[in-house]
């Protein structure tokens, strides 16, 4: 597999990829039909897309606008097999270390049992840690807990451990504060004593906050 620009005459065949990877989720048809126009790829989108290429067929495209990282699709029968995970690592190691950060759009069941739970309105139901709307494929959001998207930043992004462990710290932490124009000076004496404690297998013992432990395992 290699990765390499898009081709402006590529934009159908990137589109229809872009609603194969989204459907393969689960949602129905009407929801696939109000997002197309905005997964639709366009000639003028070429040079800001990369894909990823195996035996000749894409598998997976991302796409980066300005500050933004738009869109990252894979193949329906490509994922789960590294594709993801090597546009990750092309695109952390193409806008370097202070523009990428790390985030979850967890919904309340995360962290929770499977179980009934509800995101609005809508029925959630949590089997196996994957949250669906209730009697359906459709999938409804995210149960990923900050800790899980940490480790997997640190096991894909291609460095060696200890610079892949600064690296994902940075994005865990000062890049999103510093999005959000909060305070992000580090650990240096006079900052908030705020951290997050992990062990050897990168899950979390212990949380302090403004210097009192709020969990400590």
């Known amino acids: 597999m290699f990765i390499r620009p898009a081709r402006a005459e590529e934009a159908s065949a990137l589109t229809e990829l872009a609603m194969r990877s989204k459907a393969h989720w689960g949602y129905d048809d009407e929801f696939l039909a109000a997002c197309r126009d905005e997964l639709t790829i366009r000639a003028?989108?070429?040079?800001?897309?990369?894909?990823?290429?195996?035996?000749?067929?894409?598998?997976?495209?991302?796409?980066?606008?300005?500050?933004?990282?738009?869109?990252?699709?894979?193949?329906?029968?490509a994922i789960g097999t590294g594709v993801g995970a090597a546009l990750f690592r092309h695109v952390a190691r193409s806008v370097g270390?202070?523009?990428?950060?790390?985030i979850t759009d967890a919904m309340a069941a995360t962290g929770m049992v499977d179980g009934v739970y509800h995101l609005g309105p809508v029925r959630v139901d949590v089997v196996d840690g994957v949250a669906r709307?209730?009697?359906?494929?459709?999938?409804a959001g995210s149960t990923a807990t900050m800790d899980r998207v940490f480790r997997f930043a640190v096991?894909?992004?291609?460095?060696?451990?200890?610079?892949a462990l600064m690296l994902a710290?940075?994005?865990?932490?000062?890049?999103?504060?510093?999005?959000?124009?909060?305070p992000c000076s580090g650990l240096v004496p006079g900052a908030s004593a705020d951290l997050v404690v992990l062990d050897t297998e990168l899950a979390v013992t212990g949380v302090l906050h403004k210097g009192s432990w709020e969990v400590s395992v």
């Open 155 to 163: 096991n894909h992004c291609g460095l060696a451990h200890d610079d």
């Open 133 to 139: 709307v209730a009697g359906t494929d459709t999938i």
């Open 44 to 77: 003028e989108h070429a040079p800001r897309i990369d894909v990823a290429e195996l035996d000749g067929r894409v598998v997976g495209m991302v796409r980066l606008e300005l500050e933004t990282l738009e869109d990252l699709f894979v193949e329906p029968d």
């Open 169 to 182: 710290v940075r994005q865990a932490s000062i890049n999103p504060a510093r999005a959000l124009g909060l």
């Open 97 to 102: 270390p202070d523009r990428v950060s790390l």
